[in-house]
């Protein structure tokens, strides 16, 4: 069966998309950090991120480097954080979370909770400096 992130590339599962090309994707995350908190895929399921060929990992640095810096732009923050966990879904990913001091990537803090008008007003706001 596909994943939840598999899902939601092929439109199975509705998300708030910040960018796509033909192998990867970006959205928020709906269970934040930080508001602008992403996740960036590739569209190809794999659930380990180093069994990424190659050519794959490099490109979804990149990539994960061009929706940083649109969220950087987007969302007052010192830095974007980057972290890689990815334990709970088996599918690759990288956590983009925006961050005024390190404390803002500890993902066993709580976490936020906002409206779908907040989500998408982010999501926007992003995507507008891609």
Request: aromatic share 8%.
């Amino acid at each position: 069966m596909a994943s939840i992130f598999s899902r939601i590339v092929a439109g199975e599962i509705p998300c708030y998309k910040i960018a796509e090309d033909d192998r990867y994707y970006a959205f928020l995350d709906i269970s934040p950090l930080q508001k602008g908190h992403t996740l960036v895929i590739p569209k190809r399921e794999v659930d380990y991120i180093f069994d990424l060929e190659d050519d794959e990992l490099a490109g979804l640095q990149v990539f994960a480097k061009k929706v940083a810096n649109a969220i950087k732009r987007a969302i007052p923050c010192v830095k974007v954080g980057q972290c890689v966990l990815g334990l709970e879904v088996p599918h690759a990913h990288i956590h983009l979370v925006p961050m005024q001091s390190e404390a803002d990537m500890r993902f066993n803090a709580p976490h936020l909770q906002l409206t779908t008008e907040e989500f998408q007003q982010i999501a926007e706001s992003i995507r507008k400096e891609l």
